[in-house]
C-alpha cells in the first residue's frame, strides 16, 4: 500500500515490532526442527473491481486499485534476508483478476475471500509447499 518511506514513526514501530516477533517464532520453531513460511496475502483494494460496497463507504473509490507496495516490500526484503520462505499471493491474485476480471475473489463488503478466492489461494498453495521440500512425518 503506502510506500514505506512515508510511514509514519508509529507504523515503522509496530511493522518492526511484528517482524521481530516472526524472528522470535522462528527461532523457537527451528530449536524444534519445524519449518516456518509465510503467506502474504493482498487486500482487495488493490484489486479493480473488488470489495466495492466496501470502497463505497469509506469514499467513493470504486474504480480506485491501490497499487502494491510498502508493507509487501518490507515483508518480502525480510523473508528473504531471514531465509524465510515466502507465498506471496499478490502475484497470484493479479494474475487471476487478469485472467478473470469479472470473478469476485473478496467478498464485496469486507476483505474476506469468496468461494473463487479460497480457490485460487488453495491452487497457489498447493504449488508452493512442494517447492519447501518440507520433511514428512511418519506415515
Same mark, same amino acid.
Given at each position: ?34 519449518? %516456518? ?5 493482498? @487486500?482487495?483494494? &488493490? !484489486? *479493480?473491481? $473488488?470489495? +466495492?460496497?466496501?470502497? /463505497? ?31 506471496? %499471493? ?5 494474475? @487471476?483478476?487478469? &485472467? !478473470? *476480471?469479472? $470473478?469476485? +475473489?473478496?467478498?464485496? /463488503? ?30
Amino acid at each position: 500500500m503506502r510506500d514505506s518511506d512515508i510511514w509514519s514513526e508509529e507504523i515503522r514501530a509496530r511493522v518492526a515490532q511484528s517482524l521481530q516477533h516472526i524472528s522470535g517464532l522462528r527461532q523457537s520453531l527451528q530449536k524444534r526442527n519445524i519449518p %516456518l513460511a509465510l503467506c502474504l496475502i493482498p @487486500y482487495p483494494w &488493490q !484489486f *479493480p473491481g $473488488e470489495n +466495492l460496497v466496501r470502497k /463505497s463507504q469509506i469514499g467513493g473509490w470504486n474504480e480506485f486499485a491501490f497499487p502494491a507496495g510498502g508493507l509487501r516490500d518490507v515483508i518480502k526484503e525480510f523473508s528473504q534476508k531471514s531465509d524465510i520462505p515466502l507465498l506471496d %499471493l499478490y502475484e497470484t491474485t493479479s494474475h @487471476y483478476k487478469e &485472467q !478473470f *476480471p469479472d $470473478e469476485l +475473489l473478496y467478498c464485496p /463488503s469486507d476483505p474476506h475471500w469468496t468461494v473463487a478466492g479460497h480457490q485460487m489461494a488453495a491452487k497457489a498453495l498447493l504449488q508452493f509447499l512442494p517447492e519447501l521440500d518440507l520433511p514428512m512425518g511418519e506415515q
